[in-house]
């Protein structure tokens, strides 16, 4: 069967999945995460896109992304796995590959589906029953986005920035619905989230 192509527009947020090689870890160790975020900071300034959300997981990684243009974005992931697939086979003694050969990305209709994302990539950790509260896992965006903890590689929307009029009444704003989202597994779901899933889970990320 043929490959979905990717499609990338200027300007139109995308949600880019990236997983280990046959789904083995990608993370070891504390620094790695940190060196994974300094060369995605890297790659986001040279390649003028714009972090709104991400999620390192063990064996996979999230992020929501808009490029100022569309080709940018596979240049950022090309740079980012470059630099960080080197770090790890300097740092740990190994070869080969550390990613599977191609990463998933699908465009995000900004006003139906852009927080309901952002929402879903910063709560994977508590649907992996890794926490309880996805303030507790260190290495999403939800401490920013929810908290106002400092993140120099995020870059708010427009659609969050117009949850409130300052940042305490966007991060109440955004955390109160990001809690009410909260789930351990799909079955318990509020009824947008599961859309959502199911429209992950075919690689449908605009509206219909």
Known sequence: MPRRPRIHLDNVPLHIVQRGHNRAP???GEEDYQAYLHWLG?????EHCALHAYALMTNHVHLLVTPKQADAIPRLIIALGRRYVQYINTTYRRTGTLWDSRYKSSLI????????CQRYIELNP???AMVDDPAHYRWTSYRRNALGQANPYLTP???YLALGRDD????????ARAIASKCKCHCRCPSEIIVYIQRVAKGLFTAP
């Open 109 to 116: 209709q900004a006003d139906a589906y852009l927080l309901l």
């Open 26 to 28: 990608c993370f070891f």
């Open 157 to 159: 929307h427009p659609l």
């Open 126 to 128: 508590v649907r992996a």
């Open 168 to 175: 305490p009444e966007r991060q109440a704003a955004y955390g």
């Open 42 to 46: 890297e790659a986001l300034k040279k």
